[in-house]
């Protein structure tokens, strides 16, 4: 594909800038530079949902795998499952970014920690301008600005030609601070749309136009379900898609134009991060089991890495081919995902489940969120059929066509727990589409600040050495987690030793 017409010899028109606000708590604005902060980096963003955004991230690091170039993926927001996608197409663990859970400082820290030299892609989120409220704050705009990032804008192109370049062009003028890359149309029904939506949007807005994609059913190519897309692991032709996908991005991206878009980028200031486990002090050889398989597969690199920092080992279970629960470890912890569409095989485990009925009887900490409290609660309901879970929580959960809880969250801690002080504030996110059904029975530690919670504006249910919430909470927006898992597992294994008779 030939590069569009340029005004500065370089594959793109001078970005146009102007004052930006600065009164509203917002990402600083990025000066540029050349010194080692500079690492080619790309904001992958759209107009709304369903642009195509997932689709130009995928392919763009899939292009760069195969010509030689070692890239590195983030995703804006708290999303696993696309961040899941990220890690598949990219070969290495995507990264979170979100200004709400970890500030502008946390975000920048990450990033710049985890960029590569080659390509940097991040993901953004919704619309390029959807943020937390009317103002847009902690949208993709806001953290494209503070990592230096310029904006490649996926334009889904069905049934318009010139009205994209004016969705373009008020993009470019909402904030003069952003910088833009260029253009990519999505969804193209032929040559003569191509052409006419082209010329109006690089006539119009100075951009160039880096990419058309034709008409395709993106949904044949990533599928969905209620909570977005798939994760990779399920879908069924995942060889299949990986090939079909680089074909259509390798014949319809200029792949040189926008190399040097990314290139040309900004240098941001990286603070270091501020969250520490100087004050856990744990001792080394902890024994903490992390249940991981096709039902749980919702868990942050960071989190993982940050136990595995402070000295836990970590031992990945899975109830779904484990005849048996390990008697030990000295913490556990449950992430989110989906049991309810593994309800059958989690029912079928019961051994499993006896053993960790067992060491919750003992005393062992118990870690759990949204799809980890359903595995902890009596049973499941879901689609007319019952399926009787581990019974640690005396909750019944069901499952619901329509989200029940969806968005950022803030819990603050008032009543004691296994885990986290009272008086503790925590901010984190939930998208779920269960609720705990008669929750009379059940216990909680938290007051929901902000978000749904698990019911009656409560989360944290607590039984014994159990915390389980419908709320995900990110190490590095929320270092106490670290350390109060850690802390709770060395307090246990302590226990453990004593039981143990010495020989």
């Known amino acids: 594909m030939k590069a569009p017409p340029t005004t500065d010899g370089a594959g793109r028109p001078p970005v146009r800038r102007g004052p930006r606000p600065t009164d509203r708590g917002l990402a600083p604005r990025a000066t540029r530079g050349s010194g080692p902060r500079c690492l080619?980096?790309?904001?992958?963003?759209?107009?709304?949902?369903?642009?195509?955004?997932?689709?130009?991230?995928?392919?763009?690091?899939?292009?760069?795998?195969?010509?030689?170039?070692?890239?590195?993926?983030?995703?804006?927001?708290?999303?696993?499952?696309?961040?899941?996608?990220?890690?598949?197409?990219?070969?290495?663990?995507?990264?979170?970014?979100?200004?709400?859970?970890?500030?502008?400082?946390?975000?920048?820290?990450s990033f710049f920690r985890h960029a590569s030299p080659d390509l940097s892609v991040i993901e953004g989120n919704r619309g390029l301008y959807d943020g937390s409220d009317a103002r847009g704050t902690h949208s993709t705009?806001?953290?494209?600005?503070?990592?230096?990032?310029?904006?490649?804008?996926?334009?889904?192109?069905?049934?318009?030609?010139?009205?994209?370049?004016?969705?373009?062009?008020?993009?470019?003028?909402m904030d003069p601070g952003v910088s833009f890359a260029g253009v990519v149309l999505n969804q193209v029904s032929g040559s003569r749309h191509a052409r006419v939506t082209r010329q109006a949007v690089e006539e119009t807005t100075g951009l160039p136009v880096l990419g058309v994609l034709?008409?395709?059913?993106?949904?044949?190519?990533?599928?969905?379900?209620?909570?977005?897309?798939?994760?990779?692991s399920e879908h069924p032709h995942i060889r299949e898609l990986e090939g079909n996908v680089r074909r259509l991005l390798d014949g319809h991206l200029d792949w040189e134009a926008l190399l040097l878009a990314a290139r040309r980028t900004q240098a941001a200031p990286a603070p270091e991060p501020t969250g520490t486990l100087s004050d856990a002090q744990p001792e080394a050889g902890l024994r903490i089991g992390v249940v991981r398989d096709s039902a749980f597969t919702f868990y942050y690199p960071e989190n993982l890495?940050?136990?595995?920092?402070?000295?836990?080992?970590l031992i990945f279970l899975s109830p779904l081919s484990d005849g048996r629960f390990p008697?030990?470890?000295?913490?556990?912890?449950?992430?989110?995902?989906?049991?309810?569409?593994?309800?059958?095989?989690?029912?079928?485990?019961?051994?499993?489940?006896?053993?960790?009925?067992?060491?919750?009887?003992?005393?062992?900490p118990v870690y759990a969120e949204c799809g980890g409290l359903m595995l902890l609660s009596r049973s499941i309901r879901w689609e007319g059929r019952s399926y009787p879970m581990a019974g640690v929580l005396a909750v019944d959960v069901e499952v619901l066509p329509d989200p029940q809880g969806h968005g950022?969250?803030?819990?603050?801690?008032?009543?004691?727990?296994?885990?986290?002080?009272?008086?503790?504030?925590?901010?984190?996110?939930?998208?779920?589409?269960?609720?705990?059904?008669?929750?009379?029975?059940?216990?909680?530690?938290?007051?929901?600040?902000?978000?749904?919670?698990?019911?009656?504006?409560?989360?944290?249910?607590?039984?014994?050495?159990?915390?389980?919430?419908?709320t995900h909470l990110h190490a590095l927006g929320c270092p106490e987690w670290t350390i109060s898992l850690l802390r709770a597992a060395g307090d246990f294994a302590h226990i453990r030793k004593t039981r143990t008779p010495s020989v």
């Open 40 to 109: 080619p980096r790309l904001a992958i963003a759209g107009l709304g949902g369903d642009s195509g955004k997932t689709l130009v991230s995928l392919g763009l690091l899939l292009l760069a795998r195969e010509k030689g170039l070692k890239p590195a993926a983030f995703k804006k927001g708290p999303d696993y499952i696309d961040a899941a996608w990220l890690t598949w197409a990219c070969g290495t663990a995507a990264r979170n970014l979100d200004t709400y859970l970890m500030g502008f400082d946390g975000a920048r820290a």
């Open 141 to 173: 705009a806001e953290l494209a600005k503070a990592l230096g990032a310029p904006v490649l804008l996926v334009l889904n192109g069905t049934k318009v030609t010139r009205t994209a370049a004016a969705m373009v062009l008020g993009c470019q003028k």
């Open 214 to 232: 034709p008409r395709a059913s993106s949904g044949d190519l990533l599928p969905g379900r209620h909570l977005g897309l798939v994760t990779p």
């Open 305 to 313: 890495e940050g136990l595995e920092r402070g000295g836990a080992r």
């Open 327 to 364: 008697q030990d470890l000295d913490a556990l912890y449950i992430g989110g995902g989906f049991p309810e569409t593994h309800g059958p095989e989690l029912t079928a485990a019961r051994g499993w489940m006896e053993g960790l009925r067992a060491a919750v009887g003992a005393g062992l």
């Open 408 to 470: 950022y969250a803030e819990l603050e801690v008032d009543r004691p727990n296994p885990f986290f002080e009272v008086g503790m504030r925590l901010r984190g996110h939930e998208f779920h589409y269960s609720r705990i059904v008669l929750p009379a029975a059940a216990g909680t530690a938290a007051a929901v600040r902000r978000g749904t919670g698990a019911f009656n504006g409560r989360d944290g249910l607590v039984e014994g050495p159990v915390w389980a919430a419908y």
